[in-house]
């Protein structure tokens, strides 16, 4: 299968930056614009025969829900960072270190379960594990059924929907290159 992921992540970095006061206005409007956009596409997206899996990233980051679903299938996710879409305005916050005690948290509780590629930064690695307000939607989907996937999430205005890795044989763990 392949892995699809709908929103960009970053909302907890900016919640903190704001709680910090170090959001741009633009940021905030990112922040705002991302929260609110219900996942009500969930819906269609699982009516699709191709969609294996589905489900939301919140608390626990895109990490944590993915290595669930991994325990669930008996199978390894491999993703690509590069791949993974991210809120314009978080990546400079990120790269400062800026982020929720629960990026910590979450690390702490699932690290021994992740493979992180050498060259992977830290404030990567700690984007990964960001807790979500009303993050973005995680799906597991049969190759043949990708483009129909991506075409649902377009014509919901779901803009940054993006394929991120692959589902493949192996122990239930994450691989991040």
Known sequence: DVLILGKGLGVGVLAQ???????????????????????TVGTALAAIDGVHALADVTGFGLLGHLLEMCRGSNLRAEINFAQVP?????????????????????????????????????????LLADAQTSGGLLLSVAK?????VLAVFKQNQFVQAAVIGAMISGESRVAVT
């Open 144 to 148: 043949d059924s990708v483009d129909e």
């Open 17 to 39: 930056a704001l709680k910090k006061g170090v959001l741009s206005d633009a940021g905030y409007a990112q922040m705002i614009a991302s929260t609110t956009q219900l996942n």
């Open 86 to 126: 991210v809120l314009s305005e978080v990546l400079p916050l990120a790269r400062q270190g800026y982020g929720p005690g629960a990026i910590d948290r979450n690390l702490a509780s699932y690290a021994d379960s992740v493979d992180f590629s050498a060259g992977l930064e830290t404030w990567q690695q700690r």
